[in-house]
């Protein structure tokens, strides 16, 4: 979303993003001519304390990557570290509620009457999250000096990336393929989906990723799919078994008690169905108005095949 609002404001950055973009030729790096870099960093492995960049935007700091990181605490000292590179002319804008300080300037952000005046109506993706990026890309483009108008022009064109709240139209539904694979992200997408069809019935298919981030995340996993089976968000809950990362666990005892089976009983919903044969997506989805094909393992390859078992074609990236 930055990297294509600095490019219509016309300066140039290259662009290094985890994800692929139609406007990059079905790629995620764009090479500019400009001294600017836009990088999309990962806290994976502490992979982002190679960066020392002049501005740095943090939109949340959660759980995550745990068998690396052991605990929060870890992670939030690794993000201290990272923002101990900004110089003392360099930005942190974060959001409200992180508590990090650097030697450059502070921007804590939160969206004002004013902004979403200015930003939310010329959305075209849904979600709180999306508005906070976009205030994220709107607050930068102003410190780069860039103009607003570029900026916002810009923003109402955005539509997504490859896997993020990725939208086809198949003959008689929506299928939303998309990556989220951390309670906080499950949160988002199917709120989202809700935003934007309100009056439609939805279904989530979800492969939980590694079983060591399903023991890490349980009882997180467990009220995330709850909230959003009572509040509505989505009518019914596929869950496939999890996908397992060759080389990286093994551990029997894991796979025992952090199934996907163990994990649709704990939800404890009529609504949440554990799908044993993954072969069987197209039979349990008739009568849905939108299919959310949801994970960051093999299940981007199961929305492949769908689309085509019904197109005969797979037009999408």
């Not at 985890?18 to 990962?42: H, M, P, Q, W």
């Not at 101990?84 to 959001?95: A, C, D, M, T």
């Not at 300080?101 to 709180?128: A, C, H, R, W, Y």
């Not at 998309?178 to 019935?201: F, G, M, N, Q, V």
Request: glycine share 6%; charged share 25%; net charge negative.
């Amino acid at each position: 979303m930055l990297g294509l609002a600095l490019i219509e404001a016309g300066l140039d950055p290259t662009i290094i993003v985890g994800t692929k973009l139609k406007e990059f030729d079905n790629t995620n790096f764009r090479a500019g001519k400009s001294e600017y870099l836009v990088i999309e960093a990962c806290e994976h492995e502490a992979s982002f304390l190679n960066y020392y960049p002049q501005i740095v935007a943090i939109t949340n700091i959660e759980a995550d990557h745990l068998d690396y990181y052991k605990t929060l605490e870890n992670i939030k000292k690794a993000f201290a570290e990272f923002v101990s590179h900004i110089p003392e002319n360099g930005y942190l804008i974060k959001k409200e509620g992180i508590n990090l300080k650097s030697k450059g300037v502070n921007i804590d952000f939160s969206i004002t009457d004013k902004e979403i005046e200015k930003i939310k109506p010329i959305m075209q993706l849904p979600g709180e999250h999306n508005l906070l990026n976009a205030l994220v890309v709107y607050k930068i483009g102003k410190i780069l000096g860039a103009d607003e108008e570029k900026i916002l022009n810009s923003l109402s064109k955005f539509q997504g990336t490859w896997r993020r709240f990725d939208i086809s139209q198949m003959p008689n539904f929506i299928l939303i393929d998309d990556y989220a694979h951390h309670p906080s992200e499950i949160d988002a997408t199917l709120s989202s989906a809700r935003e934007k069809y309100p009056d439609k019935k939805i279904c989530c298919i979800y492969e939980p990723h590694q079983y060591q981030r399903t023991q890490f995340l349980f009882d997180d996993f467990i009220s995330s799919f709850q909230k959003n089976l009572n509040n509505k968000n989505i009518n019914k809950l596929f869950l496939l078994d999890v996908y397992d990362v060759t080389g990286r666990e093994g551990d029997e005892k894991l796979k025992n008690e952090y199934n996907s089976r163990i994990l649709a009983g704990s939800i404890n919903n009529k609504e949440c169905i554990y799908l044993e044969d993954g072969g069987k997506i197209k039979e349990v989805i008739a009568g849905f108005d939108v299919v959310i094909m949801m994970g960051a393992g093999t299940i981007y390859n199961l929305s492949q095949k769908l689309k085509q078992d019904i197109l005969g074609t797979c037009p999408n990236y």
